[in-house]
C-alpha cells in the first residue's frame, strides 16, 4: 500500500476544520476553557479537532477493510464512539501535561466522554455527508496494485469506503454512471465520455458505447453468435461492440 496525497482536497478539508474549530472556540461548549485567551481556546479545539479527524479517519479505513459491504449507519456509530475515545485520550493527556490548565469539559470522565461523543457524532455525520456530497473527506490510501494515478484520482469521486477498492468497470445510466470495484457499486453524476478521458491512462479500455473495463475487472471472456462479451470478476455481463473488438483483442483482454 502507499499513500497518494490530494493536496487541494486536504487544503479543503483544513479549511473545513479550522472553520468548526473557530466556531467552537468562540461558543466555549460545556464551559469549556472559560478563562483562556481566544487564541490559545481556538489552538486546543484545533488539536482537538485533527486528533478526532485522524483517528475517525484510520477507524473509517479500518471498518471498511474489514467490512467492505457493511451499512454506513454502523460505521458512523463505530467511528463516533472511537474517536470520542480518543479525543477524551487526548484531553486528559493536555490536562496532565499542563497541570490542569487546559481543560475541556469537567467532571468524571464519563462525563466528558459524553460530551466529547456528542461533538464526535456530529463531526462524524459532517464528515460522511460532506464526503458523499462534495468529496472533500476520506483517506488517501490506496492499493499499490493501482499503477495508475489517473485511478487513484477517480477514485477519489466515490464515497470514502471505495477509495481503496480495485477499479474493475463503469457504464452508463441515464446521467449517471455506475461504477464497479471490487468494493461493491455506486452512482456518480459523471459522463461517461468525461469517465474515458480521467481513465485514459489507466489499464482499461472503452469496450462499448455505454462500458469502460479495466483489465483486472474482467475474469474472463464469452463468445456466442459471434458477439463478445466480458464477464466481470462482480459477475456483470460486459457487450464488446463490433466496432471495439479489435480494440479489446489487442490489448489482450481477448483471444
Request: charged share 20%.
Amino acid at each position: 500500500m502507499r499513500i497518494a496525497i490530494d493536496w487541494k482536497k486536504r487544503g479543503r478539508e483544513a479549511l473545513l476544520l479550522a472553520g468548526i474549530s473557530l466556531f467552537l472556540a468562540f461558543v466555549r461548549p460545556y464551559g469549556s476553557n472559560s478563562n483562556a485567551p481566544f487564541l490559545l481556546n481556538f489552538g486546543i479545539w484545533l488539536l482537538l479537532i485533527l486528533s478526532g479527524s485522524i483517528v475517525g479517519e484510520l477507524t473509517v479505513t479500518a471498518y471498511y477493510r474489514l467490512r467492505p459491504n457493511g451499512p454506513a449507519w454502523l460505521m458512523i456509530i463505530i467511528t463516533s464512539l472511537i474517536t470520542a475515545a480518543g479525543v477524551t485520550f487526548v484531553i486528559y493527556a493536555l490536562a496532565f501535561v499542563t497541570g490542569g490548565y487546559i481543560r475541556v469539559g469537567d467532571g468524571p470522565i464519563l462525563i466528558v466522554y459524553f460530551y466529547v461523543l456528542v461533538i464526535a457524532t456530529a463531526m462524524t455525520l459532517v464528515g460522511y455527508t460532506v464526503s458523499r456530497a462534495f468529496d472533500l473527506a476520506g483517506p488517501d490510501f490506496v492499493h499499490a496494485a493501482d499503477d495508475s494515478d489517473a485511478v487513484q484520482t477517480f477514485l477519489q469521486r466515490l464515497p470514502v469506503k471505495f477509495h481503496t477498492a480495485d477499479l474493475w468497470a463503469v457504464t452508463s445510466e441515464d446521467h449517471y454512471c455506475r461504477v464497479f470495484t471490487s468494493l461493491g457499486s455506486d452512482l456518480i453524476l459523471i459522463r461517461l465520455s468525461d469517465v474515458d478521458r480521467e481513465l485514459a491512462d489507466a489499464d482499461g479500455l472503452r469496450v462499448h458505447r455505454s462500458w469502460w473495463v479495466a483489465r483486472k475487472g474482467v475474469a474472463r471472456t464469452e463468445r456466442g453468435d459471434g458477439k463478445l462479451k466480458l464477464i466481470l470478476r462482480s459477475g456483470e455481463e460486459v457487450p464488446v461492440s463490433r466496432s471495439y473488438q479489435a480494440a479489446v483483442k489487442d490489448a489482450g483482454f481477448a483471444s
